[in-house]
């Protein structure tokens, strides 16, 4: 049984045309998401990955892992203690960790597709559902192909922040606009607070550095 680590599985990176002709064929909606969408959105690649990342709905999982092409196969894990499992035997209610897709034929991992939460007309913060955006900011359309908008990737990614997150965030951070930057500032003081990078939104020694905080001139 494979390990449920992600450092552990053997991985095939795609870049983001690629990953969105392998999902041609499937119906539901889906989006680039984590580093792969930042890239995507910056329009070139900024640090390496080890693997591409997509997004879906738990109510459209079912949908996209049946709409998958020929010999590929997805796999996830109900706890971090066990490894992996054919998605096919997860318990319908458990709460998936991300879906990892197998490239049957060489035993190598090519997409993980993170699993969040969605109504018809508004994407919605898993961690905290108070946070909401309508589909069309949460996910834009960059050069035909769906992706998850950088400041949603930054919250994501602010919780606990890991050395590639800060370069994603340096990355990103000046390509962002005034009125985005102050949505992710009060995003992230009133759900991640204690995150390393809402130091510099709340100190009273550098209220000018939060985007929304700023005296317009």
Do not use: C
């Not at 910056?42 to 892992?65: A, I, K, M, P």
């Not at 997150?165 to 930057?181: H, N």
């Not at 003081?189 to 020694?205: E, G």
């Amino acid at each position: 049984m494979p390990s449920a680590d992600e450092s552990d599985l053997s991985w095939e990176w795609r870049t983001p045309h690629a990953t969105a002709e392998f999902l041609r064929a499937v119906p539901v909606r889906w989006w680039l998401s984590g580093g792969s969408a930042l890239d995507h959105w910056l329009g070139q690649t900024t640090r390496t990955h080890t693997h591409s990342n997509v997004s879906v709905v738990r109510g459209d999982l079912e949908g996209f892992v049946a709409n998958l092409p020929p010999g590929f196969s997805a796999w996830t894990s109900v706890s971090e203690e066990e490894g992996l499992i054919a998605f096919a035997d997860a318990p319908t209610d458990a709460d998936l960790h991300p879906v990892v897709i197998r490239d049957d034929a060489t035993q190598t991992f090519v997409l993980m597709v993170n699993v969040e939460d969605g109504a018809d007309q508004a994407w919605i913060y898993k961690r905290d559902p108070r946070l909401q955006l309508p589909w069309s900011k949460a996910v834009l359309d960059v050069g035909g192909i769906p992706t998850g908008a950088p400041e949603v990737q930054l919250l994501w990614k602010a919780l606990r922040p890991r050395p590639e997150d800060d370069l994603d965030k340096d990355a990103v951070w000046p390509r962002l606009s005034d009125e985005v930057r102050g949505w992710w500032e009060r995003a992230i003081l009133s759900i991640h607070p204690h995150s390393t990078w809402s130091i510099h939104v709340r100190s009273p020694f550098a209220p000018a550095k939060a985007s929304w905080n700023r005296k317009k001139s």
